[in-house]
C-alpha cells in the first residue's frame, strides 16, 4: 500500500488549506487513518485520527479548527484546515494502521504547510 499526500502549499494566517492522501488500495481495511505534523527542529507530532468506525481525536492545539475525514469511495483521507496559524507551519504527513495480529502502519511522504503571519 502506498500513501500519496497533497494538498499543501503556502497561505496566510488565517486562511484555510485541505490536505489529502491517497491510499492505493482500500482504505476500509485499515483500522484507523492520521495526520501528523513535523515542524523544523521538532519531533513528529500527532494532529489527528479518524477510526474505521468514523469516531476522530484531535490534539487540542488544533481542535476547532481543523477537521479530519476519510471518504471510502475515493479511498482517500482529507484534512481540513481552518483558521491557520503561523505555528501550523509543518510538513505534514498522512498514517495508516492495519491491526491484524500484529500492527503495520503506512506513511506518506509528507506535504509542506506555511502560514505567514
Known amino acids: 500500500v502506498q500513501l500519496q499526500a497533497s494538498g499543501g502549499g503556502l497561505v496566510q494566517a488565517g486562511g484555510s488549506l485541505r490536505l489529502s492522501c491517497a491510499s492505493s488500495?482500500?482504505?476500509?481495511?485499515?483500522?484507523?487513518m492520521a495526520w501528523y505534523r513535523q515542524a523544523p527542529g521538532k519531533e513528529r507530532e500527532l494532529v489527528a485520527t479518524?477510526?474505521?468506525?468514523?469516531?476522530?481525536n484531535y490534539v487540542d492545539s488544533v481542535k476547532g479548527r481543523f477537521t479530519i475525514s476519510r471518504d471510502n469511495s475515493k479511498n482517500t483521507l482529507f484534512l481540513q484546515m481552518n483558521s491557520l496559524k503561523a505555528e501550523d507551519t509543518a510538513v505534514y504527513y498522512c498514517n495508516a494502521a492495519l491491526s491484524v495480529l500484529i500492527i503495520t502502519t503506512y506513511w506518506g511522504q509528507g506535504t509542506q504547510v506555511t502560514v505567514s503571519s
Open positions: 479518524i477510526t474505521s468506525g468514523g469516531r476522530t
Open positions: 488500495g482500500k482504505i476500509s481495511m485499515f483500522t484507523s
